[in-house]
């Protein structure tokens, strides 16, 4: 079993040498990224704004990464109906770490604009706001603007990770698993409505100075259940998880903290389902593919080995208190991901 150490006081991230002040997991990111005492150069560091926004029809994903000697803005459009996914990515380079907010919490604003197409990330009290516009997007054009819903009163998935092997690296991490999403998009001569009681966005705000070579496993699911607000963020695979796991179980706003989960799948075979076991018996889940997807990228620096499903979860969990919660069929996804970056 591992020690779940929760972070309840606020402080800075790091100590005046780069190292971490505290280890563990929040239900808030109530510590301050003092980003001044970071021990690595630019270079090293990685940072992300990620949202995804799906119902059962479709959904669509907008993501902003600034990995120091480039950022990328690349989005997702996924049809659930007919099982078909289209996406796009474009970078600038040399961007050095500056383009992405300092915090999750305070309201801000992201751009990012080429010739070709611009997005847009907002945040506005509780409101976070996706602007997006590509004409050429799979010669159709694509365009929208969603607004998802950030309840301060529930709470988020937050981990402090550190690394054994070098002190000064760290992750950092902000997520919100449910998000009530009201929006249009308009693609080609279709015009897609989200609608807040059946679309729900997904925020994973991600800060860190991570190894060269790096593996994760990560899953998340929300929706409504029995008219209550359901969530889970299940994950692992990187730095040193003897503090704290990022295992949480979300009803009606109130997290339910999981120890040890552990991914089951032949291969990494995102066509086939996957089912999903933990140490502690409260989280037993199958995922059954609706759009699989893997990828493989190498260009010198950088290379990818990404296998990822988007589909239906399907199980049970047991909350805190031992009530059983039965889950059919809740839209979400998992990734096996391998990176040197």
Known sequence: MTN???????????????????QGWARK?????????????WTRIKEWDHFSVLNKQFGFQLTI???GYLTQMSYVWLDFENKKRADKATMKFFTKSKLLPLTSLEDSRITFSTKKFNATISKEKNKRILTFEDPSFQKKGIKGTITLTDDPKMDNTVVVTGYKEDPRLFYYNHKNNYM??????????KQYLFEPDSSFGLMDWG???????????WGSACGIVNEVPVAFNIGYGFGDLSTHTENIVFYDGKAHKLDEVTFHHQDRDPSQPWTFTSNDDRFNMELKPLIPHKEKLNIGLISLNSSLLHGLYSGEVILDNGEKIHIDEMLGHAEDIYWRW
Do not use: C, V
């Open 29 to 41: 990111p109530i510590l301050t990224y003092n980003k001044e005492k970071i021990g690595k150069r």
């Open 180 to 189: 009530p999403a009201e929006g249009t998009i308009e693609y080609g001569n």
């Open 4 to 22: 779940q150490n929760e972070i309840t006081e606020s402080t800075d991230l790091f100590n005046d040498d780069g190292t971490l002040i505290q």
């Open 65 to 67: 990464g600034d990995i």
């Open 207 to 217: 800060r860190g100075i991570w190894p060269y070579r790096t593996h994760w496993l």
